[in-house]
Structures are given as structure tokens and as C-alpha cells.
């Protein structure tokens, strides 16, 4: 795999940063493979791309996340906005892909696909965080409601604490959710408040991500070749759930992948997946 070469694209109201690992075009005139994430940008990506020495691999930050920068003055993250960065910088590549979405990023790509199915020509979602497809959906909104509160009230800590309970719900989110939340020192996560509240996972600007409703009509006719995965350590929690109630809308099996919700992850955060057998699984399913 050879060292990825880093790039600026201006698309309206940003300037997204992406890294492309060999040749645009690849020399065998196969597509690239573009692995995104939401809010984790590129920087989670680099083991799972390590193991694609055979394809040009492209990862990118989201507008506002990481290295891309935003000068549209918001601050929301919106899977609309994010396929119409998607599509200009795919058209910057040659005007298709291969794409690989995790968790938020592969509700960016459900949205890319239904308005753009042309630029991609087989999608793989991996455990997209749609609360609006579970039969448990006001609950899940409620449980979400808690972690950034928890957050607001009374920082990172806690707010990270409310969020791993909240991931690690097993079935339908209980009524009661939130009214005993965890110690964050049982985590090892900071107990001090730092004052800090822009973290995009626990701050409410990314709630349209898990609010995005997917036109299921536009993705069932959509020429790409779409894939609904999740992995079998997620089963019953919050994304396996939704990824298979999405899976079943589409009229598919749920297609597993080895792990959990971060199963390509080697050493990026210090809480390693299984990256050699997930990417076995990937080059399977493409």
C-alpha cells in the first residue's frame, strides 16, 4: 500500500481534505474504494485501508471534522449536505466508487445513493444509527435526549458514560432510560467537567443523522448494488437493530460482518476490532 497523498477540494461553504492511496484512475480501470465515517473522518480508516493494497483507496474528513474546514457558517451536520460534498469530490475522482460507510457516514451514503446513484456502483452501510426506522423510535429519540443532556449538565465524562449505556442496549430502549446513568470513572473516562461542548457526537449537532428518514423507494430503484451490514458482536443493540430494520425495508437479508460497530478499527483509538477478518469480509462482499 503505498503512503496516501493528501488533497483539498472547495466545494460550497467548505474545503474537505481527502487522501488517496495509489492511482486515479487505477491502472486496471477499476473504481476507487471510498471508505467515509461520520463524525470519525479518515483518520479511523487507516488500518482498514492498509488491507486494500490491491485498490486505489480514498478517505476524506467531513466539512467541519478534522482536517476540513467549513466557511458556511453553521455548525449542524446533515447526511444531505454531506452527499452533495460526496458528489463533487467523487466527480474529482473520475465519478465513481466503491463505498464503504460506517455508522454515520453510511447514512451519508444511503442519501448519495437515493439522489445520486449513479457515482457509486456498490455500497456497503455498516450500521447506520437510523432511530426513525425502529418500532421503538420515540424511546430511542428519548435515550438519545438523555446522553446530551447528560452532556450538557455535566461534560465529556458523563456524557461519553450515557452514550456507551446507550450503544449497549440490548432490544427495544426501556421507558426509563437515563434515570440512573453510569459512573464515567467506571470507563476510565474523565469525572471533571472541562467546560468544553462541542464534541459532534454528544452535542446535538449531528441529531439529523440519526433523525435522516431514507427514501426507500429511490434506493430500492437505484442502480447501485447496496448492502446493509452490521457486525455479529452488535446483534440487538441499537445499531444492529436499525441496520436490519432497514435491511428488511429494502427487502434483504442483513448482511453480517465479523466485530461490532468499529470492527475495521486497528490500534487508531486504542480499542482494536477484528481489521484482518473484517476486511476479508469486505473484499468478499465487493
Known amino acids: 500500500m503505498t503512503n496516501p497523498a493528501t488533497h483539498t477540494l472547495d466545494v460550497p461553504g467548505a474545503t474537505l481534505t481527502y487522501d488517496v492511496r495509489g492511482p486515479v484512475p487505477a491502472a486496471d480501470g477499476s473504481p476507487p474504494l471510498l471508505?467515509?465515517?461520520?463524525?470519525?473522518?479518515?483518520?479511523?480508516?487507516?488500518?482498514?485501508?492498509?488491507?486494500?493494497?490491491?485498490?486505489?483507496?480514498?478517505?476524506?474528513d467531513p466539512r467541519g471534522l478534522g482536517r476540513s474546514t467549513r466557511s458556511d457558517g453553521e455548525a449542524t451536520h446533515t447526511p444531505e449536505r454531506q452527499?452533495?460534498?460526496?458528489?463533487?469530490?467523487?466527480?474529482?475522482?473520475?465519478?465513481?466508487?466503491?463505498?464503504?460507510?460506517?455508522?454515520?457516514?453510511?447514512?451519508?451514503?444511503?442519501?448519495?445513493v437515493a439522489t445520486h446513484p449513479e457515482d457509486v456502483r456498490t455500497f456497503v452501510a455498516h450500521e447506520p444509527p437510523l432511530l426513525t426506522v425502529l418500532p421503538d423510535a420515540d424511546a430511542a429519540f428519548a435515550?438519545?435526549?438523555?446522553?446530551?443532556?447528560?452532556?450538557?449538565?455535566?461534560?465529556?465524562g458523563a456524557g461519553m458514560a450515557a452514550f456507551i449505556a446507550l450503544t449497549s442496549v440490548q432490544g427495544e430502549f426501556p421507558d426509563d432510560?437515563?434515570?440512573?446513568?453510569?459512573?464515567?470513572?467506571?470507563?476510565?473516562?474523565?469525572?471533571?467537567?472541562d467546560g468544553t461542548r462541542t464534541d459532534p457526537l454528544l452535542s446535538g449537532v449531528s441529531n439529523a443523522v440519526t433523525a435522516y428518514?431514507?427514501?426507500?423507494?429511490?434506493?430500492?430503484?437505484?442502480?447501485?448494488?447496496?448492502?446493509?451490514?452490521?457486525?455479529?458482536?452488535?446483534?440487538?443493540?441499537m445499531t444492529w437493530r436499525?441496520?436490519?430494520?432497514?435491511?428488511?425495508?429494502?427487502?434483504?437479508?442483513?448482511?453480517?460482518?465479523?466485530?461490532?460497530?468499529?470492527?475495521?478499527?486497528?490500534?487508531?483509538?486504542?480499542?482494536?476490532?477484528?481489521?484482518?477478518?473484517?476486511?476479508?469480509?469486505?473484499?468478499?462482499v465487493l
Do not use: C
Open 213 to 237: 428518514r431514507p427514501d426507500i423507494d429511490a434506493l430500492r430503484a437505484a442502480s447501485t448494488r447496496v448492502l446493509i451490514a452490521a457486525g455479529i458482536e452488535s446483534k440487538d443493540t
Open 177 to 193: 432510560f437515563g434515570r440512573e446513568l453510569p459512573d464515567p470513572a467506571v470507563f476510565g473516562l474523565p469525572t471533571q467537567d
Open 143 to 156: 435515550a438519545e435526549q438523555r446522553v446530551q443532556e447528560a452532556y450538557d449538565q455535566r461534560g465529556w
Open 242 to 284: 436499525s441496520s436490519a430494520a432497514l435491511a428488511e425495508l429494502l427487502g434483504q437479508e442483513l448482511t453480517v460482518f465479523p466485530s461490532n460497530h468499529g470492527g475495521f478499527l486497528g490500534d487508531e483509538y486504542g480499542q482494536p476490532g477484528q481489521p484482518v477478518e473484517f476486511a476479508a469480509r469486505l473484499h468478499e
Open 35 to 60: 471508505l467515509i465515517g461520520q463524525p470519525m473522518g479518515a483518520s479511523g480508516f487507516g488500518t482498514l485501508a492498509s488491507h486494500f493494497p490491491d485498490r486505489t483507496v480514498v478517505t476524506y
Open 83 to 112: 452527499a452533495e460534498d460526496l458528489h463533487l469530490l467523487i466527480a474529482e475522482l473520475g465519478g465513481q466508487v466503491d463505498l464503504f460507510g460506517s455508522s454515520g457516514g453510511a447514512v451519508t451514503g444511503l442519501h448519495l
